[in-house]
């Protein structure tokens, strides 16, 4: 019997110790299914096999427990989706939340939701496994899920040192009023220093060296900052002071975290997405920089050549700044191209809508902009005239005072300045009187209208003295006479002289016509344009004075006979 009892009883022990433990997994799952499901009394048989709870809980309430999963998702999955889902619709939703909530029956699942923000779903494997009808389970967690969102949180933190709300709520609003009163203690010795720096050496200095910023705008700068830095702080102070309040009192603590959540979700969100911009950022400075070393040696380049450091057949000296120009906006626009989709939000809708927009409006407001660009580097490039020539566009007569790639200024006589778009000059017939002044000469002419009755020898040689008088007039070449036309009542004559300055050509029209004046008046020539009446005998011819007629007589002159009527 000693032998017996001293065998049998570890072994009792032992199933004495399995019985028990089997009891208390029996009666855990038995209070998990009546924690899950309050006005439920079925049972699901494999409960007191389960060990692990996927309890969905909310403000303490149990809303439905997880059992079944959905192909790889596990239950513990799913409580972990649902948790997250609730509490995100929960923060975003006005309460009361529970009026929000309501479900959807589809053909093999129950959604649920609070307003159109999905929370969790039943499957037809939930209500099998319970051995309930999908409807009335879906009934019964709506309920639940109700009650628990009506409810407030089922415990509050304890006060520490055991005070009322109102003392902690006092409490933190004498706090906060010291903060502001430090905070206004400090900004003031701040903008009092800045006064008294402002008539420093220092910041005589610091002036100095920007040139362009007096000391009293860097001191309004600085003064506006730190105006602004005082207020953001106090409004800061204050925004976080309210929730703190809030959070004492048992109806105040669900709209706490809300009014935090106001603040902190927006810099959460601009954190995350500034970091998860960091590549593409890295990207663009790469671009920029790389840009930035193309655009200094393009520069470089061009600038040599315009100097004639660097010279290229065929290549004129006054075309590496528009080259450069045009091969700037180039490099400009192919950067633009490559950077563009790495900007952000580049890929949104809205983003490209603003961009086409944007676009449309530059096409049709710089339509005349851009032929005038594409004027001006066609002009830059057909070298029809240079700054400083003395050109005729048009009716436009005068100096040339900047060729720009927009625009020409020419300066006229009357030191007038006019702006002519280049399209209007790419379309019109452009005279340059500089090009070969000093290389070749220019040939000014005036043309003389004379009778026929002096002799066109006397007058070739009389407007020849009158160019070899006139200053700027060159000797040689030797001016010469032109006679362009025998008109009826007068002859024609033309005078051309040359000269190497084409820029003061009015002032040697004006003195040529001067010495013309002077030699014919000398001369005894008399200067006109005669439109008369010949009453002649029909005998003689009309010739010059100097000239003898046929067979070497003279001309009879005209008889006049009176006759007397008595």
Do not use: C
């Not at 427990?65 to 997250?84: N, P, T, V, W, Y």
Request: aromatic share 12%; hydrophobic share 45%; charged share 15%.
């Amino acid at each position: 019997m000693i032998q017996i009892s001293t065998l049998t009883s570890p072994l009792l022990k032992l199933l004495a110790y399995r019985s028990g433990l089997f009891i208390a997994i029996a009666l855990s799952g038995i209070a998990h299914q009546k924690l899950a499901y309050a006005d439920t009394s079925s049972e699901s048989p494999n409960s007191s096999l389960r060990t692990e709870s996927h309890l969905l809980e909310w403000n303490g309430h149990p809303v439905f427990e997880f059992r079944e999963k959905l192909g790889s998702i596990s239950a513990g999955d799913r409580l972990s989706l649902a948790r997250l889902h609730l509490e995100t619709a929960v923060k975003n939703t006005t309460p009361p939340i529970s009026e929000h909530v309501r479900f959807v029956a589809t053909p093999h699942s129950i959604d649920f939701y609070i307003d159109e923000r999905p929370i969790f779903s039943l499957f037809d494997q939930d209500a099998s496994g319970l051995r309930l009808q999908k409807e009335w389970l879906a009934t019964q967690v709506l309920g639940n899920l109700k009650t628990a969102l009506s409810a407030g949180p089922s415990t509050l933190k304890p006060l520490p040192f055991g005070l009322s709300p109102w003392v902690w709520a006092a409490l933190y609003f004498v706090g906060y009023l010291l903060v502001v009163a430090f905070l206004l203690q400090g900004f003031g010795v701040a903008f009092r220093t800045l006064d008294r720096w402002k008539t420093s050496a220092a910041a005589l200095r610091i002036a100095r060296y920007l040139r362009y910023f007096s000391s009293d705008r860097i001191f309004n700068g600085v003064s506006a900052l730190l105006g602004l830095a005082r207020f953001s702080s106090i409004a800061i102070a204050t925004y976080l002071t309210i929730p703190l309040v809030l959070s004492v009192f048992p109806w105040g603590a669900t709209y706490a975290p809300k009014l935090l959540a106001l603040i902190l979700d927006p810099i959460k969100e601009v954190a995350t997405v500034a970091i998860a911009y960091l590549p593409n950022l890295f990207f663009i400075a790469v671009i920029v920089f790389f840009t930035r070393m193309l655009l200094k040696i393009s520069h470089w380049f061009f600038d040599e050549i315009g100097r004639g450091t660097i010279r290229f057949s065929g290549f004129h000296t006054d075309w590496a700044e528009p080259t450069y120009q045009l091969g700037r906006i180039l490099i400009l626009a192919f950067s633009l191209i490559v950077i563009f989709p790495y900007l952000p939000g580049a890929g949104s809708p809205a983003f490209q809508s603003v961009s086409v927009f944007i676009g449309v409006l530059i096409s049709f407001g710089s339509s005349s902009a851009i032929s005038n660009a594409i004027a001006g580097f066609v002009l830059t490039y057909m070298r029809p005239f240079q700054p400083g020539d003395f050109v005729k566009i048009g009716g436009t007569t005068g100096n040339v005072v900047e060729k720009g790639i927009l625009v020409t200024r020419i300066r006229t006589i009357k030191n007038v300045d006019i702006t002519i778009p280049n399209s209007a000059i790419l379309g019109n017939h452009i005279e340059n009187f500089s090009t070969n002044a000093r290389a070749k000469l220019l040939i000014l002419n005036s043309t003389i209208t004379i009778g026929y009755d002096a002799p066109w020898k006397l007058i070739h040689e009389l407007l020849i003295q009158s160019a070899k008088r006139t200053p700027r007039i060159l000797e040689n070449p030797t001016p010469f006479v032109l006679q362009t036309a025998l008109n009826d009542f007068t002859v024609s004559y033309q005078i051309n002289a040359y000269t190497d300055d084409a820029s003061l050509q009015m002032d040697t029209y004006s003195a040529l016509h001067a010495a013309i004046q002077d030699e014919f008046a000398r001369a005894g020539v008399e200067i006109m344009s005669p439109q008369y009446l010949s009453i002649r005998n029909g005998n003689d011819t009309m010739l010059p004075k100097s000239s003898d007629g046929p067979d070497g007589h003279t001309r009879a002159p005209f008889e006049v006979h009176t006759v007397n009527s008595q």
